[in-house]
């Protein structure tokens, strides 16, 4: 038997829950930026994806408005920075409700390096950088989509395997439901299937 919910019914906040509770794991966007004044931010945002290939494009989206939003609609930059298991507290610490004229890098602890093609820093210890120019923003509701085109990426060599990622080093972090934080448990390869295959009953 199934409960159904109506968001009309029960409300923003009990539809938050449902949604971040049943839309996992979603990856997370460590996203440093710049304001125009200076002063560097880092946040996680867990609502992440792809949008584009060709231009490579990515999108995160600010629930509210925070830092990150503020100061990439100022700047036009952003990295994307990959957040691993190893740094699960100082993801989570970058997520407080810091003061905007906080910088988070030196409130938290976290070593930065120097982008190559925009102003924000990597977080150095993170495997991966994407540094992104911003492409356009959409306004949803009490959300604002801002997709960025990947203008450089930089990735650890100690997280390639033949030159290509590989998901046990990176060990990303994915968030959940509540409080609760996804890790790369099992990996299980599956090659897609093609038409034809499934047709004549190949299917795995």
Request: hydrophobic share 40%; glycine share 6%.
């Amino acid at each position: 038997m199934r409960i159904d919910f109506s968001p009309a019914e029960i409300g923003r906040d009990a539809t938050y829950r449902l949604l971040t509770a049943t839309v996992v794991p979603r990856p997370i966007a460590w996203v440093s930026t710049v304001s125009a004044d200076g002063v560097a931010n880092l946040g996680p945002h867990s609502f992440f994806t792809i949008s584009s290939i060709e231009p490579p494009i990515v999108q995160f989206t600010s629930v509210a408005s925070r830092d990150s939003l503020r100061n990439v609609l100022e700047t036009r930059e952003f990295v994307v920075n990959l957040a691993p298991e190893p740094l699960m507290a100082e993801v989570n610490a970058s997520g407080a409700d810091f003061p905007a004229e906080v910088d988070e890098f030196e409130a938290i602890g976290l070593a930065t390096e120097p982008s190559l093609r925009v102003k924000p820093p990597r977080v150095a210890a993170s495997p991966v950088a994407l540094e992104c120019r911003l492409h356009s923003t959409i306004t949803l509701g009490d959300g604002t989509l801002v997709l960025g085109e990947v203008v450089h990426a930089a990735v650890d060599e100690s997280v390639l395997v033949d030159g290509h990622p590989e998901m046990g080093l990176l060990r990303p972090l994915s968030r959940l439901g509540r409080n609760e934080w996804g890790t790369t448990v099992a990996v299980t390869p599956v090659d897609r299937i093609s038409y034809a295959d499934w047709y004549q009953g190949k299917r795995g």
